[in-house]
């Protein structure tokens, strides 16, 4: 069973830093991807950052230039860097892993992914 634990997630001022991480131990795919998405309340999931089994990298444009994804395969652990935080990056950020992506080529779509974390919230402040 696959359960991906997110952690550091919190409180910042706009134009701060934070780094989300991903514990996800027990995924045996060869082929896969992993991925950070977010949800404010009262709107619909999305995709932030996603990276696949080979290291390809997909963002959405709200965050090119300012989050980083990168994976550590030894320690089964995805992070998110965030950059120049701002009061829209508000939300509740979930890590989630699945080979459907990779498959699909829609790295950023929720409904290809399976496995999903219980969330970290991340509050921006002006």
């Known amino acids: 069973q696959v359960q991906p634990v997110e952690s550091g997630g919190g409180s910042v001022q706009s134009g701060g830093s934070l780094r989300l991480s991903c514990a996800a131990s027990?995924?045996?795919?060869?082929?896969?991807?992993m991925g950070w998405f977010r949800q404010a309340p009262g709107k619909e999931r999305e995709g932030v950052a996603a990276?696949?089994?080979?290291?390809?990298?997909s963002y959405a444009d709200s965050v090119k230039g300012r989050f980083t994804i990168s994976q550590d395969n030894a320690k089964n652990t995805l992070y998110l860097k965030m950059n120049s935080l701002k009061p829209e990056d508000t939300a509740m950020y979930y890590c989630?892993?699945?080979?459907?992506?990779?498959?699909?080529?829609?790295?950023?779509?929720?409904?290809?992914?399976?496995?999903w974390g219980q969330g970290t919230q991340v509050t921006v402040s002006s």
């Open positions: 989630a892993a699945g080979d459907g992506a990779y498959y699909s080529g829609r790295y950023l779509e929720p409904n290809e992914y399976t496995y």
């Open positions: 990276i696949d089994s080979d290291g390809s990298t």
């Open positions: 027990g995924y045996t795919y060869s082929n896969y991807c």
